[in-house]
């Protein structure tokens, strides 16, 4: 889920098991929504994207689903290994009004996979 | 990190020190973005551009100015740094073609003392 404080939720998941990362986004009006991956040290990387008119899009041992309703977005991560221990972001497009597509990005995430 | 430099990597100054963060970038993007990433905080926009000598003020600009010469390189300068602006700074760049995915460079870590 989305941090509140100054410490970062944090997710710990045994190794080959499924992770579940939650993400509460803000603007209704928002078409657009990414997860990000970052790890330590590393600038974040795309994982997976989904526009609004979608509810689920699956990728590579990823899955995300959105919530319109409730203004709600998850990132599954099936079978998760060690490489996957990072921290994890959403982001949501918020058209600017000059084009530049602007993202507001959540606090983040971080899932620690257990050996 | 997708064509993606920033300079330097590592910085420490001090307080009321001018400093320049340079992001370079080989994808020929016409958006650049700089961001600043502190604990508690997330990822917030300082400035971006959508072209050459076109920028725009983001959620975090004060104390910051950009500017972009030649599309492959967005200047971050600091004016006279300050405690408060200590961060990882993250440069990203996106075309935004089908696509609103931003690419991110390695971020330079930056400490005022």
């Known amino acids: 889920g989305e941090s509140v404080g100054l410490h970062l939720p944090t997710l710990s998941v045994q190794e080959g098991d499924n992770s579940i990362i939650n993400c509460a986004y803000s603007?209704?009006?928002?078409?657009?929504f990414i997860w990000y991956k970052q790890e330590s040290g590393k600038g974040p990387q795309f994982i997976i994207d989904?526009?609004?008119?979608?509810d689920k899009r699956q990728g590579q041992r990823v899955t995300v689903l959105l919530n319109k309703t409730v203004k709600h977005l998850s990132l599954q991560i099936a079978a998760t290994q060690p490489g996957d221990s990072a921290v994890y972001f959403c982001?949501?497009?918020?058209?600017?009004?000059?084009?530049?597509?602007?993202?507001?990005f959540g606090k983040g995430t971080k899932l620690s996979v257990i050996p | 990190d997708a064509g993606i430099t920033q300079s330097p990597r590592h910085k420490v100054t001090e307080t009321g020190t001018p400093v320049t963060l340079r992001c370079h970038q080989t994808?020929?993007?016409?958006?650049m973005y700089w961001y600043r990433q502190d604990p508690g905080h997330g990822l917030r926009l300082i400035h971006y551009?959508?072209?050459?000598?076109?920028?725009d003020k983001g959620e975090v600009s004060d104390g910051y100015s950009v500017s972009r010469s030649k599309t492959e390189d967005f200047l971050l300068t600091l004016e006279s740094a300050t405690s408060s602006q200590t961060s990882v700074y993250f440069c990203?760049?996106?075309?935004?073609?089908?696509?609103?995915?931003?690419?991110f460079g390695p971020g330079t870590r930056l400490t005022v003392t």
């Open positions: 990203a760049i996106s075309e935004l073609v089908g696509t609103y995915e931003q690419y």
């Open positions: 603007n209704s009006a928002s078409d657009y």
């Open positions: 989904i526009r609004s008119n979608m």
């Open positions: 982001a949501e497009n918020r058209d600017s009004g000059a084009g530049s597509y602007q993202l507001t």
């Open positions: 994808e020929n993007h016409r958006y």
């Open positions: 551009s959508y072209g050459v000598k076109d920028t």
